[in-house]
């Protein structure tokens, strides 16, 4: 079992920046894919970057260039770096880690809510 706790959301103005972190507990395999999704309101949960143990990354194409990932597997964290935040970029960011395998699993945090408002 995974557990995966997710910190550092807030409200911040347009242009400004934010660190999301997610630390991961349980059993972390090094093939794990983590990443993050988001939600707005009235909208599909998407993709927003993924990263592999080996430091692959796949980022949706409205963040690239202004969002970074990053993981650190010594501590199975990772972290999602915004910077040139948008008010579109508003909404519930969720950490997530997938394992591979016969029977693939996907574990999810519990969300973290990011405003970007004047």
């Known amino acids: 079992q995974v557990q995966l706790v997710e910190s550092g959301g807030g409200l911040v103005q347009p242009g400004g920046s934010l660190r999301l972190s997610c630390a991961a507990s349980g059993s972390i395999f090094s093939t794990d894919v983590m990443g993050w999704l988001r939600q707005a309101p009235g909208k599909e949960r998407e993709l927003v970057a993924a990263?592999?143990?080996?430091?692959?990354?796949n980022y949706a194409d409205s963040v690239k260039g202004r969002f970074t990932i990053s993981r650190d597997n010594a501590k199975n964290t990772v972290y999602l770096q915004m910077n040139s935040l948008k008010p579109e970029d508003t909404a519930v960011y969720y950490c997530?880690?997938?394992?591979?395998?016969?029977?693939?699993?996907?574990?999810w945090g519990q969300g973290t809510q990011v405003t970007v408002s004047s």
């Open positions: 997530f880690l997938d394992r591979a395998g016969w029977n693939p699993v996907r574990y």
């Open positions: 990263m592999s143990s080996s430091g692959s990354t």
